[in-house]
């Protein structure tokens, strides 16, 4: 699977094809780094969060 390069897509880095399964790490989004797989740690668990709160299953 490609990664996504737009930053302004960056939130979209964490999202797959399977259904409440959410990624995070540097492969997630090009150019990657350390940085990076911080970021899309974060993202992921925001919306890890978010669907816990709503009760998404």
Same mark, same amino acid.
């Given at each position: 699977m490609p990664a996504i390069t737009k930053m302004t897509d960056i939130?979209?880095?964490?999202?797959t094809p399977i259904a409440n399964i959410l990624q995070a790490?540097?492969?997630?989004?090009?150019?990657s780094g350390l940085p990076i797989s911080i970021?899309?740690?974060?993202?992921?668990? @925001?919306?890890?969060? @978010?669907?816990?709160?709503s009760g998404v299953r």
């Amino acid at each position: 699977m490609p990664a996504i390069t737009k930053m302004t897509d960056i939130k979209k880095a964490c999202y797959t094809p399977i259904a409440n399964i959410l990624q995070a790490d540097q492969w997630t989004f090009s150019p990657s780094g350390l940085p990076i797989s911080i970021l899309t740690g974060k993202i992921a668990a @925001d919306k890890a969060i @978010d669907n816990l709160k709503s009760g998404v299953r």
